[in-house]
């Protein structure tokens, strides 16, 4: 089962508040899962299309709590490649008109298929309640959201532009971020910042997938901040590892041109104890010195090293190899 079906199945055994919520909450069913059709003598037909089971469960709950419907539910295949069950709920006549007023899908008495209204009707939200509901129903008609453990991202599909964009309006009023685009010839509602999808499950109410949501949500990030911090001890201790050898082979130099016992005894020491302990870093190197040298320290007297070791080498190429200036051999 996807993550959005959980959300959805949650969601749909949540408690049906007032008259109100019911009526906002159906409202967005209509518009998003709602298809109308004309058949003859001007007669218009709605069914409402799902293909979540429990959603399917709810519509009809929703018609039966405001109506006392008693509408009929088609099952059948999809065409699509997996052959998933569709759910069909046909409005009934005597309800139909009702339906359409009382979700402000028509303004007046009459059923004009012109003047449908597929706009989030904000003037039935006026309650806090209402509102959520509203996003919950359109949630549970056309949104998804992706599995948590692979990526951070909620949508909502809608034909309507104005109804994408109404409800981006509608759920930026909690401070989520929600924005539209054009896509597939679909408008979606998206969010994609992880905090914000887990504040519209609360908002929602699907408090169970909230703290699905969370653990998957903690689980990953503590993962990334261990890699992270993997990454960057690798790379410091690549870098080590490179600066060693580099020293370590321009000390070797020193060693061959019978040099490095000219040095002073700070250069003479630490280049010997670099040669001994070849993966110390540079503060483990200064702690072995006597008396202990701080890391800048340390590394002055490094460069300093590998500066007379390329002063001899600059002299082989030269045919100049006992010639070490006296800049090179004093610290």
């Known amino acids: 089962m996807t993550?959005?079906?959980?959300?959805?199945?949650?969601?749909?055994?949540?408690?049906?508040?007032?008259?109100?919520?019911?009526?906002?909450?159906?409202?967005a069913l209509v518009r998003t899962t709602g298809y109308i059709s004309i058949k003859g003598f001007n007669k218009i037909e709605i069914e409402l299309s799902t293909e979540n089971a429990a959603v399917s469960r709810r519509i009809f709950k929703l018609l039966k709590i405001l109506y006392n419907a008693s509408t009929e539910v088609i099952v059948q295949k999809s065409n699509i490649l997996k052959k998933r069950n569709i759910y069909i709920i046909k409005i009934e006549d005597d309800v139909l008109k009702k339906l359409l007023q009382d979700t402000m899908i028509i303004k007046g008495e009459e059923i004009n298929l012109l003047d449908f209204?597929?706009?989030?009707?904000?003037?039935?939200?006026?309650?806090?309640?209402?509102?959520?509901?509203?996003?919950?129903?359109?949630?549970?008609?056309?949104?998804?959201?992706?599995?948590?453990?692979?990526?951070?991202?909620?949508?909502f599909v809608n034909n309507k532009e104005e109804h994408s964009q109404g409800l981006c309006e509608l759920i930026n009023i909690y401070g989520i971020n929600a924005k539209s685009i054009f896509r597939k010839n679909y408008f979606v509602s998206y969010i994609k910042e992880s905090e914000q999808i887990s504040d519209l499950l609360a908002l929602m109410g699907a408090s169970n997938s909230v703290l699905k949501f969370e653990n998957v949500r903690v689980v990953k990030e503590t993962r990334n901040r261990i890699n992270r911090v993997i990454n960057c001890e690798?790379?410091?201790?690549?870098?080590?590892?490179?600066?060693?050898?580099?020293?370590?082979?321009?000390?070797?130099?020193?060693?061959?041109?019978?040099?490095?016992?000219?040095?002073?005894?700070?250069?003479?020491?630490?280049?010997?104890?670099?040669?001994?302990?070849?993966?110390?870093?540079?503060?483990?190197?200064?702690?072995?010195?006597?008396?202990?040298?701080?890391?800048?320290?340390?590394?002055?007297?490094?460069?300093?090293?590998e500066a007379i070791a390329e002063e001899i080498l600059d002299h082989e190429k030269r045919g100049k190899k006992d010639e070490i200036t006296k800049n090179n051999i004093k610290e």
């Open 117 to 155: 209204d597929f706009s989030v009707p904000f003037e039935m939200l006026t309650n806090d309640c209402c509102k959520r509901s509203y996003i919950k129903g359109s949630f549970m008609g056309c949104g998804s959201i992706s599995d948590p453990e692979k990526s951070y991202h909620a949508e």
């Open 234 to 305: 690798t790379a410091n201790l690549d870098k080590i590892v490179d600066t060693s050898m580099r020293q370590i082979k321009q000390i070797k130099v020193l060693k061959k041109y019978k040099a490095i016992d000219k040095l002073p005894d700070n250069l003479r020491e630490l280049a010997y104890l670099r040669l001994k302990h070849n993966n110390a870093s540079l503060k483990e190197l200064g702690e072995m010195l006597d008396p202990p040298l701080g890391k800048s320290g340390v590394n002055h007297r490094l460069k300093k090293i």
């Open 3 to 27: 993550f959005s079906s959980i959300v959805k199945n949650e969601l749909s055994r949540t408690e049906i508040g007032n008259n109100c919520c019911a009526k906002a909450e159906l409202a």
